[in-house]
Structure formats: C-alpha cells, structure tokens
C-alpha cells in the first residue's frame, strides 16, 4: 500500500518564476492538505482540498494556488516566487471529513529560490 | 486550536523510556492531541493521538492527565533511530477542522 507521494522531491528556481509541486494521496484518502516548512521551522497549513475544492486556507497570499484532480490528486502552484519561498514543501493526506482524519505527510518537496 | 507547550530539547539513554511532556492548559472538551515527530528532512511521521483515554501502539503509548490539560508521549524502548523532533498537537475532531497548527516541538536525542 503505497504511502503519500510527492513530486519532484527537489526543485530550483529563480525569483519570478512559477513552480507546480504534486501530490498523490494515500491509497483510500480523498482529502490533501498542503504544508510550508521554512528550515528550522514547524509546518505552516497552506490548505486543504476535498471533492475538488479548497475547503480551509492559512495565513497564504494568493500567489499560493491549488487544484484537486478527480483521481484525489493535487498541485501547488506557486506564482512570482521570491526568495523566502524557499521551504519544504510537504503534502498530507487524509480520508476525508468524517471518521478517523489522521494526516499522513509525504516525503516532501525541497524548494530552493535563487 | 489550543495551542501546546513543549520543551525545546530532550535527552535519552538508548534503550531506556523516552518521556516527552507537553503542555494544553487551554484544551477544548472535542480537541484531541496528536503526536507526530520529523526525522531530519522528511515529512512528519504519524506516531498517535487521543482524546481522553490513554492509547497504546506499535510506537508509543499516550497518557493524558484526568483535566486533559497535559499529555506525555512516552517512546517503551528508546533506539538511536528514534531521534527526532517531535511535535504535540491540538485539533478538533470530526468534520471540517483539517489544519494542523505546528508549534516549535521538542528535539529528542537519543544517545548511546
């Protein structure tokens, strides 16, 4: 049974640019939720997505952007990047809203703004 | 969220028990605590959670104080392996409460 899964697992960009990071839940979950860890740093909650739909968002400018895919699967689309974009970027997934909502956190995407 | 208090740093024996302490004076009678920790450049590993009973697993047991106002993680058998930033948190339960509020948690060292 395959865990969440992420990619790319590393990424570099320059600032302005764009970046799209993806996420595929955990076999049987239907809700992804997206976290930014600045280094030394807990996770901050960017948002979360169920039935295709940003349901919950943190304290993110909408540079930060999202879209769940029918088959439960997400993006991060980060626009006009500057340099303290720089984090992990880490993908969580969950079984939706009722019953047990454990999140399980993929391996991460490692993003560098140069 | 409650928001939680943990020690910033943490030392331990191998092979003895692990107790990590943390602080949710401000807790809601529908939050439950979760524990998850962060080995160096991973995502955070799912290690258990509950609401007031106290809860045994695979890796850890959980035991929350009678008021709820703090919990303590204990880790039976402590392997260098366990080395890790371990983070306690706050959330509410049930329907439409998916974000999980991360504070500084608490930097457990195993040595040997």
């Known amino acids: 049974d395959a865990g969440v899964t992420q990619s790319p697992t590393h990424l570099i960009k320059t600032r302005g640019q764009q970046v799209t990071l993806r996420c595929s839940p955990k076999?049987?979950?239907?809700?992804v939720s997206w976290y930014q860890q600045a280094l030394g740093q807990g996770p901050q909650f960017i948002f979360q997505y169920y039935e295709e739909e940003e349901r919950q968002r943190g304290n993110f400018p909408d540079r930060f952007s999202g879209h769940q895919f029918p088959n439960y699967s997400s993006e991060l689309n980060v626009n006009a990047l500057l340099l303290g974009d720089s984090a992990l970027y880490l993908c969580?997934?969950?079984?939706?809203?009722?019953?047990?909502?454990?999140?399980?956190f993929g391996p991460g995407t490692r993003l560098l703004v140069l | 969220d409650a928001k939680t208090t943990q020690p910033p740093s943490m030392d331990c024996a191998e092979g003895r028990a692990a107790n990590l302490p943390c602080n949710h004076s401000t807790i809601s009678g529908n939050e439950y605590v979760y524990w998850y920790r962060q080995i160096h450049s991973q995502g955070p590993q799912y290690i258990i959670h509950g609401l007031k009973n106290n809860e045994t697993n695979e890796m850890a047991s959980l035991i929350i104080t009678e008021d709820r106002k703090s919990s303590t993680l204990i880790l039976p058998h402590a392997t260098l392996r366990d080395t890790a930033v371990y983070y306690c948190?706050?959330?509410?339960?049930?329907?439409?409460?998916?974000?999980?509020?991360f504070g500084q948690g608490t930097i457990l060292t195993v040595h040997p």
């Open positions: 948190i706050v959330r509410v339960g049930g329907t439409s409460y998916g974000k999980l509020t």
């Open positions: 969580a997934s969950s079984r939706g809203w009722t019953g047990e909502e454990t999140q399980y």
């Open positions: 076999s049987g979950h239907d809700t």
